[in-house]
């Protein structure tokens, strides 16, 4: 078994390529590290380990915030309207399926982002079942609500 992890978008820094391959099998990960650049992070991404091991604490209370925001948020949304159903979530977003209309997560995109300046993000192409699908970002509870309540008022 071979275990490889993105740290760029759990730590909020996505535009920072931070990862790490882990395995039990000693021969597996002598082969990785042969196969892996002699300077195989950059300065930038360097620094920023360095900073963020200083703040671990800090780190943590941010997640454990972020999975409270992320509970309250899906509570909201799924008493919305047009959701069918908010899906259990780990991350920083959450995916949330739109009551049966075809074409609804872009009706819903489009007003939110003209008449809201919101963005969120239609993911229904991923999916191949015809139902409508958003990702919609766990922000601050004050920018959560901002979107709920736009929500609420797009028919």
């Not at 209370?61 to 509570?75: N, P, V």
Request: net charge positive; with cysteine; hydrophobic share 40%.
């Amino acid at each position: 078994i071979l275990i490889i992890k993105s740290l760029s978008k759990s730590l909020g820094v996505p535009g920072i390529r931070l990862g790490y391959a882990y395995s039990c099998n000693q021969e597996l990960m002598k082969y990785l590290r042969g196969q892996v650049p002699i300077w195989n992070m950059n300065s930038i991404a360097e620094h920023y380990l360095e900073i963020i091991l200083k703040h671990r604490n800090a780190l943590k209370r941010s997640f454990e915030q972020t999975a409270k925001d992320r509970a309250a948020f899906g509570e909201r949304c799924a008493a919305c309207p047009q959701v069918e159903r908010v899906y259990p979530s780990s991350g920083n977003f959450l995916l949330v399926q739109l009551k049966a209309k075809a074409s609804l997560a872009a009706q819903l995109t489009n007003q939110l982002l003209e008449k809201h300046s919101i963005y969120v993000k239609d993911v229904t192409e991923k999916f191949s079942n015809g139902k409508n699908y958003l990702r919609l970002a766990v922000r601050l509870p004050e920018e959560n609500e901002r979107l709920v309540t736009a929500l609420r008022e797009i028919q």
